[in-house]
Structures are given as structure tokens and as C-alpha cells.
């Protein structure tokens, strides 16, 4: 099996070119700007046919929540108009497509798990673009592709919120994060681990949640992240999103149901805090 990667240098890319990698028998390509840019069908084309994937992963997007919403033209080109245009050369190609999209589809008003069939309603203009990237694949290729909603993801490759809060635990005497938004943490190599479980088992087309199980509020993650690293867990202060205002309004519930694994005769992904554990065994904090 021959897999493309798309968006190699970001956290979740990285991580899943190492796991392919690990798997015998694949040839892997990653790949991410500017050797591709996914908005322009001749630069696409030209990746594709130099490879010729049976499989295509793609992981790049525009991920400046706030800045979308000031320019959510340029958010779209990426996350709407980029998976268009992978997805028909997917169907030129006769390879499945893995697209990786966003609990921010949802409006974050729900009190139970998002369901991976419940209807989208996004709030923001990261959530609009990130939606009409799933409903063009959806358009393109109907019986061909995966769509992996993730959320609160972090790494060991690049900028994200535990390797933010451990700048500043060692910035400042406290730290204050919202306790009124809850969701759920997700450690990209575990993500990698379950895409690759599902490239194995290939069931039949569709969306699923690719998060760590189990739910936490921004403030008592990082409390755990504060113990991890041995710090006082003490010096982190609960905040509300009132006193936190941000350009785009964050989700208040961001807890993605997990039934479609268990459809496909797949476990769900491990709970938030085991993954964390593995996280900081795994250098987090000296990356």
C-alpha cells in the first residue's frame, strides 16, 4: 500500500508518517507546503502523479481559529477548497481518502456526546470552512474516504496548549484558564495509532471521532499537566470564557461520541489521562 501524507510538518502529519513507517510493506510519502499546495489543482496533480497513492492522508488546514474569522476567505481556500481538490484527485486515482476535521463543526451547546451522525452547526468561521472541507469529500468521494473529527489535540511536534502551559509554568508565579469549557485531550500519536488500526480494518466509508475517551475542562487539564511536569497543581486559578474573551467564541462542550469504533469492530482510543502519562514518558515536555 502506497499512502500519501499531506501536512507532514504539523503535529498530527509527523506523528503519522513515524506509525506508517513502522508498518512493513507501505511505501510512505509526507509531504506539506510548498513542495504541495492543496489549493492549487495543478501543484496537487503533479504530487499525486509523481506518487500515485492508494491511500491519501490529509492533514493540513488552516488552523488559526481566530484569524478566520477575519479572513475567512483564506481559511476556506485551505479547508474547503483544499480537500475538494485531493478529494478528486483521490477519485482520479482510485485511492481512499483519510481527511482529518474538527469537533468545531458542532456549536458546543450539546450536554451529551456529539454523536458522529449529529448534525453539524458551526459557530465560528474555522467551524464554516472546516465543514464544507467534510461535505466536499462527502460530495467527491461518497464511498472512498474518513473523516476523523479530532479536538484538543497536542503533540510533541509543534505549538500547542500543554507545551503552552509548560512555558508558563515556568513563567509565572500562577496561571489562569477557563473551568466552564470541557472537552477532550488528545495525544496525536494515539490519533496516528487509531488511523492506522482503521486503514487495517477498512470498513466501510464514513466519519468517526478520533479523541482520547474520557472529558476534562481546560482548568483541571492543566492541573494535570502542572503535576506532570512537578509543579504545584495549586497555582493553576479557574477563569470563565466571560473573562477570556477571544475573536472566536470557543466551544463550552466538545465531547465527541465514540459508537462508530465499535461498528467497525474498533476499540476507542484510550482515556485523556493514560495518553497524557505516555505524553510526558514520550519527551512532551523536552520537545
Known sequence: MRVLVIGDR??????????LERNHGLAVLGIDYPDIDITDQDSTELVFGGFDPDVVINCAAFTAVDDAETNEEAAMRVNGLGPRIIAQECHKASAWLVHVSTDYVFDGTATSPYGEDDPPGPSTAYGRTKLAGEIAVQEVLPDAHYII????????????FVKTMLKLEGERDTVSVVDDQRGQPTYARDLAEQIMLLLEKHPPSGTYHGTNSGDVTWFDFTREIFRHAGADPARVLATTSAEFVRPAPRPAYSVLGHDKWAAAGLPEMRPWQDALDVAFAEGIAAS
Do not use: P
Open 10 to 19: 504539523g503535529q498530527l502529519g509527523s506523528e503519522m508518517v513515524s506509525v
Open 149 to 160: 473529527r479530532t479536538a484538543w489535540l497536542y503533540g510533541r511536534n509543534g505549538t500547542n
